[in-house]
């Protein structure tokens, strides 16, 4: 596997961002920060993956708050 050290997501798996996310601020809250139905309605890991993998907007969005988020811890 190529190293790549100016990329803090490298290795880092969707559903991983996403699990992070979820226990973090819970899915009420991830929904009100990032304003996708996936986190709103009926919220799942598997179906917010799905969303996710084919909305690239959507994943961005979700990889933006991720790095915010670990940035300030």
Not at 3 to 25: C, D, R, S, T, W
Not at 35 to 55: A, E, G, H, V, Y
């Amino acid at each position: 596997m190529e190293e790549q050290p100016n990329n803090p997501l490298h290795g880092v798996k969707l559903a991983e961002i996403l699990q992070f996310l979820v226990a973090m601020y819970g899915w009420e809250e991830l929904g009100e920060q990032i304003k996708i139905n996936s986190s709103r309605k009926d919220p799942s890991i598997k179906s917010s993956l799905k969303f996710l993998r084919r909305t690239p907007w959507a994943r961005a969005k979700v990889e933006e708050l991720y790095l915010e988020t670990i940035k300030k811890q």
